[in-house]
């Protein structure tokens, strides 16, 4: 480090003015001398007071949490005029969600506060290195995949809209997992990103509520009469609330994260530890403080059902006490709850939300279960994410009367009425089966998807392809019972942080162009249409690109030992690994190019690198064996002379949003290959069709309104629709290889004869026959379409005009895809909250 200037050290005499925030800026300008140095002042203010050292004994680590400190600082005033806004009586949105996947935050809240130049020239002051401190900071362990980021999204979206609102979830101490790669298999490593502490959270030690469990319940009479019952709860969990502020562009608004922290009501037994048994007397402070160790927790057992069960109720139970303590407070009268709140429940885990408001509003508050119902079905929203049935939580009924019996007990006397009209006038039973909230066609368990349909005011889809389906089938009879309640709110991005902060290069080429109104209106991107044929701007797009590309070949270097030439078409596979997202369709293909190149070396083949990152569940087998199947192949495909320089295969570990925020920039083509009807939207593809990549993908999820938006010539679409997938799967799989071609063969066989896994053999004798006897995710069903899509791929990729045209005119046409036009329809047609 370079030496400073000891007169830059804080004086207890002007700490207060290092401390100062800065005046709004409404614009993004150079940083003045005076802006630097009040803020380089802070930096060391921090450093010295907070971080306890000073700049010759501090480490990049004081340095990171120094210049947080600082940054957090700068959003403590909006911070306050935003919460008044409560105060004040503005309708408020609450997020539920299991997952918020919010990444690295120094460099995000920088941006929105247009503070990354003034910040990097002080530190550089100082002799420090804003880029290498900004990636000190770990990923915050918040969440796993689409699910969690889109949640980040929309709380940044909304903060930038100035849309007053609260993201409600878990503080997990260790998230998913560290996932490592040992000889190629997947290993999962406790996540350790709150060891260091968390610069950017306040603790709110007044804010403690208790989550009960368990127990029994008593029949009562209210004072008016009315039968009412009392939760009598075996123990109780103290959710601790722990906030972060999340910060709009510019900074004008700055919303709320609060986190919930599981904690026993008694740390210690003492009358254990006294007698002797030291490690029983801390046995009820790890039962609770389970709850918020990690992101979903193994569910093969019984116990990890119920650890599963725990956190969804207590963040829920946690987030609706602390909705309705602050509704109280400032409102008064609760039958006025929906006109000052509305609450968006992301996917079937806080669904549990219907029964908890509903025991909260009757058991708590004494309302009249008709007034109850009223209000909760006003307030309460719910998105769907997913088509699957096995994805669709369900409880079983033993399980939830042992851990919720007062729960149990009102969905009962819910589905008893949402079923009764059905039943009086002599409805068909198979459809009374099908729209009861409790299935017992196997067993009896309490269907999630069921319930937060029936409690919710609208339930929407996340796609227009996925909203349709979404009435045609899982919720087909409940969308007959209660037409209209369904809608659909395509996803989203935030591009402040998918363009502006994940490429710079790009976003200085684009305001260079463009001017600053395309930094605050997505829209203003179609403009660059009219240079998309212009071969200078072609020549200073494909420059930016190679510059990100050249950045991701160091990274690859660093992580892998593979070397890859940023020359190459860089072809990007990167979401978590599920069967139905194909990964297994892209290295057969990978290994069918292989075998041809090795077949043929003398033609001209088009150089390429195929990048996979993801993770897998640790419990799904079938999806760590892909994973070994794909650094199996790269092992082989890598270290053969004959393919050397035409095809690389690279699978990076630990995905997370930092790693996308590096290969996205870089990618040329964006896969997208899910079997059709399957994904319910998708928002990588937003992410790399914005940044330039071309997608290659099936009509699934928002593909199709990507094609739609980018037009059919700068998209690759192959393979069967959602449409043409139902019926091959009514008329019966292929059960045998009969319909295969001598490609896709060869490329089984090779996988089958151990070619990638010399010393087993039968390693993937498991994905072979589930090729061969179901085909269950149409992947030999689509592989020669696929196959010979990517040749057209191939074929454009030569054409350096036409493939810079293409990526000009995706990067220009996918405004709409923004989390702010997503949001302003929430606020519009479900919240009812003026933007």
Known sequence: MESFDQSLLPSSVHRDEAETTYAESQTAQPATGTETEAFQQAILAKLTYDVGTNPAHATDHDWFTATALAVRDRAMDRWMVSKGQNQAGYKHVCYFSLEFLIGRLLSDTLNNLRLTDCAREA????????????????????????????????????????????????????????????????????????????????????????????????????????????????????????????????????????????????????????????????????????????????????????????????FTSASLQDLLARHTRLHGDLHTLPDHAAIQMNDTHPALAVAELMRLLVDEHHLAWDDAWAITTRTLNYTNHTLMPEALERWPVSLMERLLPRHLQIIYHINWLHLEPLIRRSADVELIKAVSVIDESQGRYVRMGHLAFIGAHKVNGVSALHTGLMRQTVFRDLNALYPGRIVNKTNGITFRRWLHQANPQLTQLLTQELGEAVLDDPGALIKLERLADDSAFQDQFRNQRHASKVNLAKIVAERTGVQIDPGALFDVHIKRIHEYKRQLLN?????????????????????????????????????????????????????????????????????????????????????????????????????????????????????????????????????????????????????????????????????????????????????????????????????????????????????????????????????????????????????????
């Open 123 to 314: 530190i550089a002051g100082l002799g420090v290195d804003l880029d290498r401190i900004c990636a000190i900071e770990p990923d915050a362990a918040l969440g796993n995949g689409g699910l969690g980021r889109l949640a980040a999204c929309f709380m940044e979206s909304m903060a930038s809209l100035e849309l007053p609102a609260y993201g409600y979830g878990i503080r997990y101490e260790h998230g998913l997992f560290r996932q490592g790669l040992r000889d190629g298999w997947q290993q999962e490593l406790p996540e350790d990103w709150l060891v260091r502490g968390n610069p950017w959270e306040f603790e709110r030690s007044d804010l403690v509520y208790r989550v009960p469990f368990g127990g029994h319940i008593e029949q009562m009479s209210e004072s008016d009469g009315r039968a009412g019952f009392v939760w009598r709860p075996a123990e109780a969990i103290q959710a601790a609330a722990f906030d972060t502020p999340v910060v709009g562009w510019r900074g004008r608004h700055v919303n709320t994260l609060r986190l919930w922290s599981a904690r026993a009501a008694e740390p210690l037994r003492l009358d254990a530890f006294n007698s002797g048994d030291h490690v029983g007397a801390l046995a009820d402070r790890t039962r609770a403080e389970a709850i918020s160790r990690v992101l979903y927790p193994g569910d093969e057992t019984e116990a990890g059902r119920e650890l599963r069960l725990r956190q969804e109720f207590f």
């Open 587 to 835: 290295i057969l293909e990978a290994i069918a190019l292989y075998d041809a190149i090795r077949s043929e070396p003398e033609r001209n083949w088009v150089p390429r690198v195929k990048i996979f990152a993801g993770k897998a569940a640790a419990s799904y087998h079938r999806a760590k064996l892909i994973i070994k199947l794909a650094n199996d192949v790269a092992r082989i495909i890598n270290s053969d002379p004959i393919v050397a320089g035409r095809l690389k295969v690279v699978f990076l570990p630990n995905y997370n949003v930092s790693l996308a925020e590096a290969i996205i920039p870089a990618a040329d083509l964006s896969e997208q290959i899910s079997t059709a009807g399957m994904e319910a939207s998708g928002t990588g593809n937003m992410k790399l069709a914005l940044n330039g990549a071309l997608t290659i993908g099936t009509l699934d999820g928002a593909n199709i309104e990507i094609r739609e938006c980018v037009g059919p010539d700068n998209i690759f679409i192959f393979g069967m629709t959602a449409e043409a997938v139902e019926t091959y799967r009514k008329a019966g799989l292929h059960r045998d290889r009969s319909g295969w071609s001598p490609r896709l063969e060869r490329a089984i066989n090779l996988m089958a004869s151990g070619t990638f896994s010399p010393d087993d053999p039968h390693r993937f004798d498991s994905l072979v026959h589930a090729l061969s006897s179901d085909d269950a995710f149409m992947v030999a069903a689509d592989f020669d379409s696929y196959w010979a899509t990517q040749r057209v791929v191939d074929e454009l990729w030569q054409q350096p005009s036409g493939w810079s045209r293409a990526s000009v005119l995706n990067t220009s046409r996918v405004g709409w895809f923004s989390s702010d036009r997503t949001i302003r329809e929430y606020a519009d047609e479900i919240w009812k909250v003026p933007v």
